[in-house]
């Protein structure tokens, strides 16, 4: 019995050995992440967030306005209207961002010509402060004069999966003239997945419903923490820049990132293309492949590398613009083979690091020029002779 409580007494005092320190320690824990969120309450006035909890509330006032779909993945939601960040989004009845009108008369008005704009959010035009700065709309703006409207339906995300899919079951409804391809730098992040998988379902179809807020994104307890996040930036400093395309929708847990895409992935990305034209052409409507940009902006070198490495997780960003670099290559063989038009905007120079807001995606300067030089193209090849 001696030998009992002797056993048990010195059960309770390791016990009372390691609560009274993990208390103490708790205790310490909570009073400096109360202090860091007082001090900061104090300096804006208001509770401060930490970098993921302001990440996951940003989006979810996003995915308000998008929806899940059982073949596109994510799409818009019909009719709703999205403000955030001082810009705003207007969705039509079928789930497109609006050009100059938002909703074109179906059927197609005789005598007018009809371009449907696909891709994903450089097509979307997703920094644009509204549904007419994008530069589907002012191309419809600057084509108004000759009888064209233009439909942009194109959504964040997508790859050429998505957009093959849209086209099919959505957009050739509106009578398409001329399909408008601006894809590539989405179909990027399936294929820096390793292994590589050809329908895309592993690598983005998981991502893209957190990245756009239809689903939540996960948010650990220590994420959570202000005293952390501050501890590890003075143990890690960032610069103000680096954080600006924080993302913590998905993080790479793989080994080694890549200079190159692989083959496969070329290969399926020319299917798509391939499959693109063909169901554009059953519709009645030619192709514009059009070529895509990734730019690294001077000054801004360390913030643009890091974007695009957060976009495609499993390449380094040589990696990513090697990889698009082939695709375009496949959009403008496509071209000279015959069955679709190629045309490379970026080609003689005319865009510059102020054209765009990061590396991928327009200033209004850059959706001006690229609407200005569809415009020169589509009256060169594309309208009939009046």
């Given at each position: 019995m001696a030998?009992?409580r002797?056993?048990?007494g010195?059960?309770r005092?390791?016990?009372t050995g390691?609560?009274?320190?993990?208390a103490?320690?708790?205790?310490?824990?909570?009073?400096?992440?109360?202090?860091?969120?007082l001090?900061g309450?104090?300096r804006?006035?208001?509770?401060?967030?930490?970098?993921?909890e302001?990440?996951?509330?940003?989006?979810?006032t996003?995915g308000?306005?998008?929806r899940t779909?059982?073949f596109?993945?994510?799409?818009?939601?019909?009719?709703?209207?999205?403000?955030?960040?001082?810009?705003?989004?207007v969705f039509n009845?079928?789930?497109?961002?609006?050009?100059?009108?938002?909703?074109?008369?179906?059927?197609?008005?005789?005598?007018?010509?009809?371009?449907?704009?696909?891709?994903?959010?450089?097509?979307?035009?997703?920094?644009?402060?509204?549904?007419?700065?994008?530069?589907?709309?002012?191309?419809?703006?600057?084509?108004a004069?000759?009888?064209?409207?233009?439909?942009?339906?194109?959504?964040?995300?997508?790859?050429?999966v998505?957009?093959?899919?849209?086209?099919?079951?959505?957009?050739?409804?509106?009578?398409?003239?001329?399909?408008?391809?601006?894809s590539?730098?989405?179909?990027l992040?399936?294929?820096?997945?390793?292994p590589?998988?050809?329908?895309?379902s592993?690598?983005?179809?998981?991502?893209?419903?957190?990245?756009t807020g239809?689903?939540?994104?996960?948010v650990?307890?220590?994420?959570?923490?202000?005293?952390?996040?501050?501890?590890?930036?003075?143990?890690?400093p960032r610069?103000?820049?680096?954080?600006?395309?924080?993302?913590?929708?998905?993080?790479?847990?793989?080994?080694?990132?890549?200079?190159?895409?692989p083959?496969a992935?070329v290969?399926?990305?020319?299917r798509?293309?391939?499959?693109?034209?063909?169901v554009?052409?059953?519709g009645?409507?030619?192709?514009?492949l059009v070529a895509q940009?990734?730019?690294?902006?001077r000054?801004r070198?360390?913030?643009?590398?890091?974007w695009?490495?957060?976009?495609?997780?499993g390449?380094?960003?040589?990696?990513?613009?090697?990889?698009?670099?082939?695709?375009?290559?496949?959009?403008?063989?496509l071209?000279?083979?015959?069955?679709?038009h190629?045309?490379?905007?970026?080609?003689?120079?005319?865009?510059?690091?102020?054209?765009?807001?990061?590396?991928?995606?327009?200033s209004?300067?850059?959706?001006?020029k690229f609407?200005?030089?569809?415009?020169?193209?589509?009256?060169?090849?594309?309208?009939?002779a009046?």
């Amino acid at each position: 019995m001696a030998d009992g409580r002797t056993a048990a007494g010195t059960v309770r005092r390791a016990a009372t050995g390691l609560l009274i320190p993990a208390a103490l320690a708790m205790a310490l824990f909570a009073l400096l992440e109360g202090g860091v969120r007082l001090a900061g309450r104090v300096r804006s006035g208001g509770w401060p967030k930490t970098r993921v909890e302001a990440y996951s509330e940003s989006v979810r006032t996003i995915g308000a306005a998008y929806r899940t779909h059982p073949f596109l993945v994510v799409a818009g939601r019909p009719n709703a209207r999205l403000r955030i960040f001082g810009k705003e989004v207007v969705f039509n009845a079928l789930g497109e961002r609006g050009t100059n009108v938002l909703d074109l008369p179906v059927p197609k008005p005789p005598g007018a010509f009809r371009i449907v704009c696909e891709g994903g959010s450089t097509t979307f035009d997703l920094l644009a402060a509204d549904n007419a700065a994008t530069w589907p709309a002012r191309l419809g703006a600057l084509l108004a004069p000759d009888g064209v409207d233009v439909a942009n339906a194109g959504f964040p995300g997508w790859t050429s999966v998505e957009s093959l899919v849209s086209l099919q079951i959505r957009d050739l409804d509106l009578g398409p003239d001329l399909v408008v391809v601006f894809s590539g730098v989405n179909d990027l992040q399936p294929a820096s997945h390793e292994p590589f998988n050809a329908d895309y379902s592993v690598g983005h179809a998981e991502i893209l419903p957190r990245v756009t807020g239809v689903v939540p994104v996960p948010v650990r307890l220590a994420s959570r923490s202000l005293f952390v996040e501050k501890l590890l930036d003075l143990l890690r400093p960032r610069s103000p820049e680096a954080t600006e395309g924080y993302s913590p929708a998905w993080e790479w847990q793989g080994g080694a990132r890549k200079d190159d895409i692989p083959d496969a992935a070329v290969a399926v990305y020319e299917r798509n293309l391939r499959s693109t034209i063909a169901v554009a052409s059953s519709g009645g409507a030619r192709t514009l492949l059009v070529a895509q940009a990734a730019r690294i902006r001077r000054g801004r070198e360390n913030a643009d590398r890091e974007w695009l490495k957060g976009w495609a997780p499993g390449l380094t960003p040589a990696g990513y613009l090697a990889g698009l670099a082939r695709y375009n290559a496949v959009a403008k063989r496509l071209g000279a083979e015959g069955p679709a038009h190629f045309d490379d905007p970026f080609a003689d120079g005319g865009f510059g690091d102020d054209d765009f807001s990061d590396p991928c995606h327009f200033s209004p300067s850059g959706s001006q020029k690229f609407a200005e030089r569809l415009t020169r193209i589509v009256r060169e090849r594309f309208l009939p002779a009046r």
